[in-house]
């Protein structure tokens, strides 16, 4: 459920790190710059020590904990048992892992093509866009779609072409067909307005979120019911409409509807025609939607909707409970 993320650590013992750790390469600093020299790894995990004496820790938990792949599924259950494998290397108290960003995600195993069922999304909250994701090296094709908002950035891209673009012909045996990727990115000061509202920016330095609270089962509730919200918000395109059955100026407003030009068309109405027209045509088209929806084709939005839902409730249930967790922590 965690991919990358990064730790800023204060108030630890670089001379003992350096003697507990067993890295790719002996642990060095930079005595001009204090910062540890590259190479320096926990698995794929990235230490650095910054040149005010602060300890950066990042890249994806999800790749540290499954050798360095995240194409598979990863539980919350396995996220807490890797945090608490880190303190145990590390010997660093878990508060004083302060999260400056994270990235949440889930890989959703679909019956066909990915591309099929992201091809049918369109906007978020009604009115924000996705835009196609930028194509991998060495290939032209698109396979993801992203939304970017000052709170928190949205992504569906297909794992399976990402995972096998990237890895070795033994590898790419490994990966799943049909895996279907749907993350949430978020930094330190956006995590009120994802419902943490212990951590509001202005109180950060009183209440930081660290890799301690990230061991709470009750977390993982949270990140969940982030998940369904921002989902739930999500509108659908299905592009096979049965057209015949449309009168033409139903079908010419539906076509409208449903390209990008509709959102200059509210953004008009809003700016030059006031709040009350913009709120009259998006009641107008909602209700014109529900009637057209008994004539759209829903396969691949409603696939992706049960799948999505499959995969929350099987998510939940997979947590280490606070007293399996105390017991891990004091063997």
Request: proline share 4%; charged share 35%; hydrophobic share 35%.
């Amino acid at each position: 459920m965690i991919d990358r993320i990064t730790f800023r650590i204060e108030d630890f013992n670089l001379e003992e790190l350096k003697k507990r750790l067993s890295l790719d390469k002996p642990m060095s600093v930079n005595q001009e710059t204090g910062e540890i020299n590259k190479g320096t790894h926990l698995r794929n995990l990235t230490l650095t020590v910054a040149s005010s004496g602060t300890l950066w820790l990042k890249n994806s938990l999800h790749k540290y904990a499954k050798g360095g792949n995240n194409y598979n599924p990863f539980t919350p259950k396995e996220a807490q048992e890797a945090l608490i494998e880190i303190y145990k290397i590390l010997r660093i108290p878990l508060s004083n892992f302060i999260v400056t960003s994270i990235e949440i995600g889930v890989n959703i195993q679909m019956l066909e093509d990915p591309m099929n069922y992201i091809n049918t999304i369109r906007y978020y909250k009604k009115k924000y866009p996705f835009s196609p994701m930028k194509p991998l090296p060495n290939t032209s094709r698109i396979k993801g779609i992203f939304c970017n908002l000052s709170e928190y950035d949205i992504k569906f891209y297909d794992k399976t072409f990402e995972s096998k673009h990237k890895k070795s012909k033994i590898e790419k045996d490994k990966v799943k067909d049909n895996i279907l990727r749907f993350e949430i990115a978020l930094s330190a000061k956006q995590f009120s307005m994802l419902g943490f509202e212990k951590f509001k920016p202005y109180r950060a330095e009183e209440y930081p979120l660290t890799a301690k609270d990230l061991l709470n089962p009750r977390f993982y509730s949270r990140f969940v019911r982030i998940f369904r919200k921002i989902f739930s918000e999500i509108r659908f395109h299905d592009i096979e409409v049965d057209f015949s059955r449309l009168k033409p100026e139903d079908a010419k407003r539906y076509i409208f509807a449903m390209s990008d030009n509709y959102l200059y068309y509210l953004n008009y109405l809003e700016k030059y025609q006031g709040e009350k027209e913009f709120r009259k045509e998006m009641r107008a088209n909602d209700i014109f939607l529900k009637k057209i929806a008994p004539l759209k084709n829903s396969k691949y939005e409603k696939e992706l909707k049960d799948k999505f839902e499959e995969t929350m409730s099987e998510i939940i249930e997979k947590r280490l409970k606070s007293s399996e967790i105390k017991k891990l922590l004091s063997l």
